[in-house]
């Protein structure tokens, strides 16, 4: 016997409900509930995170609002009683995700605006919704697909801007060879095909000259670059510009020995930060020879391992804390083991003892393919540890078992006197089923 319509609907939307909820907030208060999205010929939603108000939001409010209307149905088309193959249907559906603190910001913001928005009384969602993402700039669009939640697009807002008519909707990924297909630049003014690249491992370096960190990172790749070419391994860089004037890419560039795309091919770069939802510079992105990621942490990589002698760097499930990889406790929620000394002895130990749940659990979200809720970090004493303490107001005993989130500015503490497997997993399994109740930072 075959499903009715309204069961096939509910099958559809289940992914996203478990995203988003049962029901959604449409612009006059009035609840929507999120299984009625497929039935309306939604395929793609738009998440939407950012701030309500006045200045550059506004401007980006008015221009999503015109890209947006493209893809609703015309009113006066087929009317009201045609049948639904009649009607055109409405592809793209936006959620604004907001940060406002205020109900009645959030109010007046959601009524302005003409797509729907999360529920503001739904914030353990929306703090779920900003982590899984990884969302650490605002405003941020990520498009994600209606049927599995799967992302699609990591970086809508590049969309917008070089594709305001919606003619490539809706927008997926396509493979790295795709993407940078064309001439590629040398310093030296001669150029070689993309398809020179095929069967090497590669780097995609999004920087610009402008930005100190970039410099600084550059200076130490080019070391690092000529290391892993004297290896034997075959290993070719990408410069992804980001400079504000092709004299300035050309000063730069002149300073590395690998390939860039050309600066005035605009569309070519303008894809290739959409590819990988280019958020901030310097990034570094590591493709193996087939053009997948291996890890989209390659500025940390090179820093930590400046002889190069864990090339090509695949992600461990647990890392040491160091100056370096700090940053990425701002990517997402991070459980973060304290020891008691910085004997290299016992945070290997540590690290031991977390990793076969760490590996548990990133091997159950990469089979969903979707990235892990959690980083693991073993933290020991030192003065960046210190900062930390001080920051998070985390008490001076080791060990201790944390989970800091940094964007939410909450952290879960498990002081005790014995850190076992059992007590990590079962501290890890309550966070990720909202068992715990968080403090604040």
Not at 85 to 112: G, M, Y
Not at 335 to 340: A, C, G
Not at 363 to 390: Q, W
Request: glycine share 6%.
């Amino acid at each position: 016997m075959s499903s009715s319509p309204c069961a096939a609907a509910a099958a559809a939307a289940a992914p996203l409900a478990e995203l988003l909820g049962e029901a959604l907030a449409a612009p006059d208060g009035s609840a929507v509930p999120v299984a009625s999205l497929p039935a309306r010929g939604v395929s793609l939603v738009g998440l939407y995170f950012g701030y309500s108000g006045a200045g550059p939001g506004a401007q980006l409010a008015a221009s999503l609002a015109a890209f947006y209307a493209r893809f609703q149905p015309a009113r006066s088309e087929a009317g009201a009683g045609a049948a639904p193959e009649q009607r055109q249907q409405q592809r793209l559906e936006i959620v604004f995700v907001s940060a406002e603190q205020d109900q009645q910001r959030w109010q007046e913001a959601t009524r302005a605006m003409p797509w729907l928005a999360l529920p503001f009384a739904d914030k353990r969602r929306k703090l779920k919704l900003w982590n899984k993402f990884r969302v650490s700039n605002i405003p941020s669009l990520i498009f994600i697909d209606a049927t599995t939640g799967k992302v699609v697009c990591r970086n809508g807002l590049l969309v917008i801007r070089d594709d305001p008519e919606g003619l490539e909707f809706p927008w997926g990924a396509r493979p790295f060879g795709d993407v940078v297909a064309g001439p590629l630049l040398r310093n030296n003014g001669q150029t070689q095909e993309s398809s020179s690249l095929e069967g090497s491992y590669v780097g995609v370096y999004f920087s610009a000259h402008w930005c100190p960190p970039c410099r600084s990172l550059t200076r130490v790749l080019v070391e690092s670059y000529r290391k892993i070419k004297e290896s034997g391994h075959k290993f070719e860089i990408v410069f992804v510009s980001a400079d504000r004037s092709e004299e300035s890419f050309k000063q730069y560039f002149s300073e590395m020995p690998w390939l860039a795309v050309p600066y005035a091919d605009d569309s070519r770069r303008s894809r290739l930060n959409r590819l990988y939802g280019i958020q901030g510079i310097p990034t570094l992105i590591v493709l193996d020879p087939k053009g997948d990621v291996i890890t989209r942490q390659g500025r940390v990589e090179v820093l930590n391992d400046i002889e190069c002698r864990e090339f090509p760097w695949h992600p461990k499930p647990v890392l040491e804390l160091t100056d370096s990889n700090a940053v990425q406790l701002n990517e997402g929620p991070c459980l973060v083991l304290f020891v008691d000394s910085d004997d290299d002895g016992e945070s290997e130990a540590a690290k031991q003892l977390i990793q076969p749940i760490a590996e548990k659990i990133i091997a159950k979200y990469k089979a969903k393919d979707e990235e892990a809720p959690l980083l693991f970090f073993v933290a020991g004493e030192d003065d960046m540890t210190d900062s930390l303490r001080d920051f998070t107001n985390l008490p001076e005993a080791a060990p201790l078992l944390t989970i800091l989130d940094m964007s939410a500015r909450a952290k879960y503490v498990k002081d005790v006197e014995e850190i076992t497997p059992d007590i990590v997993e079962a501290f890890v399994n309550d966070f990720l089923m909202d068992k715990l109740k968080p403090e604040p930072i």
